[in-house]
């Protein structure tokens, strides 16, 4: 361009200085390069993405910036907007100046001058790194929620995780049998009873055991509970502190009980009852009904409340 008087040069260069502060001020790498893939124009943060100081940047092609694969990859993109003028926009992985190697989306546009010539291309880059991890973990934490679901509706105990609201995240079959003909009808309605009041479902002893968890944050608590004639043992865990609680729940008035219960539920008897200790070590694999009278009187000798 040749300019007709310095005043003319003097307000061009003003123009060009404000449209620069202009795109200096975008937090988004912004760059314009010519049909020869040479840098022409780039704001702050194109500079720091690059890690590059403008100086290193103009006048410089990509190959000279940018490792040549990704080089390549430019080089071709832009050809094909050459090829057909429009916009552009896709993804891919791009090297920062911190030498990670980030996922960004490249928004690009042709630039034409006054005689309707293609002058290059003028783009920008959003880095979805972040974005993207955070979309492989949700994937992810469904496939463990879809799992964990399918393992918890497997168990023979009764499960129940409930949040900090005290409303039921999900919950088995064997829990609401646990609970009660009238919570087993709700469950055929609810599945899993979700969203369901915890209070409304369990006896003030478990409420106030998972509310007690809720609050202190503490790991885990477990006791025996009496319940509609059942002894139940029950089982109280943090899953996310002060957010998420589960509970798991066993009739321990069932007619078979596993060998190692029985074994645990031994332990806890003094030395003077050493030998209900030895009479279960010889009734274990016998019948049912021996296995549970034996059981009913380490209950008793253990002095469980009555929490009715």
Same mark, same amino acid.
């Given at each position: 361009?040749?300019?007709? #008087?310095?005043?003319?040069? *003097?307000e061009?260069?003003?123009?060009?200085?404000?449209h620069?502060?202009?795109?200096?001020?975008?937090p988004?790498?912004?760059?314009?390069?010519?049909?020869?893939a040479?840098?022409?124009?780039?704001?702050k943060?194109?500079?720091?993405?690059?890690g590059?100081?403008?100086?290193?940047?103009?006048?410089f092609?990509?190959?000279?910036?940018?490792?040549?694969?990704?080089?390549?990859?430019?080089?071709?993109?832009?050809?094909?907007?050459? @090829?057909?003028?429009g916009?552009?926009?896709?993804?891919t992985? %791009?090297?920062? *100046?911190?030498?990670?190697?980030?996922?960004?989306?490249?928004?690009k546009?042709?630039?034409?001058?006054?005689? $309707?010539?293609?002058? $290059?291309?003028?783009g920008s880059?959003?880095?979805i790194?972040e974005?993207?991890?955070?979309?492989?973990?949700?994937?992810r934490?469904? /496939?463990?929620m879809v799992?964990?679901?399918h393992?918890?509706h497997?168990?023979?105990? $009764?499960?129940v995780?409930?949040?900090?609201?005290?409303?039921?995240?999900?919950?088995n /079959?064997?829990? *609401?049998?646990?609970?009660?003909?009238?919570?087993?009808?709700?469950? /055929?309605?609810?599945? $899993?009873?979700?969203? @369901?009041?915890?209070?409304s479902l369990?006896p003030?002893?478990?409420?106030k055991m998972?509310?007690?968890?809720?609050?202190?944050g503490?790991?885990a608590?477990?006791r025996?509970?009496?319940?509609q004639?059942?002894?139940?043992?029950?089982?109280?865990v943090?899953?996310?502190? #002060?957010?998420?609680?589960?509970a798991?729940?066993?009739?321990?008035? @069932?007619?078979?009980?596993?060998?190692?219960?029985?074994?645990?539920?031994?332990? %806890?008897? #003094?030395?003077?009852?050493?030998?209900t200790?030895?009479?279960?070590?010889?009734?274990?694999g016998?019948?049912a009904?021996?296995?549970?009278?034996?059981l009913? *009187?380490?209950i008793?000798?253990?002095?469980?409340?009555?929490?009715?």
């Open positions: 361009m040749i300019y007709q #008087n310095l005043s003319q040069f *003097s061009d260069s003003a123009t060009l200085e404000f620069q502060k202009i795109i200096d001020a975008l988004i790498p912004i760059f314009y390069r010519n049909t020869n040479v840098y022409v124009l780039c704001n943060a194109y500079e720091q993405f690059v590059r100081d403008k100086s290193q940047i103009i006048g092609s990509v190959y000279d910036i940018h490792p040549s694969e990704m080089a390549d990859i430019f080089v071709k993109r832009d050809a094909e907007m050459f @090829a057909s003028p916009f552009q926009v896709y993804e992985k %791009f090297r920062s *100046s911190d030498g990670v190697l980030r996922d960004v989306v490249f928004n546009a042709v630039i034409f001058d006054n005689e $309707g010539e293609i002058n $290059g291309v003028v880059i959003f880095d790194t974005r993207k991890k955070a979309e492989v973990k949700l994937e934490a469904k /496939e463990s799992i964990s679901s393992m918890l497997k168990i023979t105990a $009764g499960v995780i409930i949040n900090k609201d005290f409303k039921v995240i999900d919950s /079959e064997s829990f *609401s049998k646990l609970m009660g003909e009238e919570i087993e009808n709700l469950y /055929e309605t609810i599945p $899993g009873l979700m969203g @369901a009041d915890l209070n369990v003030d002893i478990i409420f998972i509310s007690n968890i809720m609050a202190s503490e790991k608590v477990e025996d509970v009496k319940f004639n059942r002894l139940l043992h029950v089982s109280v943090t899953i996310y502190k #002060n957010r998420v609680v589960g798991v729940i066993r009739d321990m008035s @069932a007619p078979m009980l596993v060998r190692d219960e029985i074994i645990k539920r031994a332990r %806890f008897i #003094n030395k003077q009852n050493i030998d200790v030895q009479k279960i070590a010889f009734l274990l016998e019948n009904s021996q296995t549970e009278e034996l009913n *009187s380490i008793e000798s253990y002095q469980y409340g009555d929490d009715e």
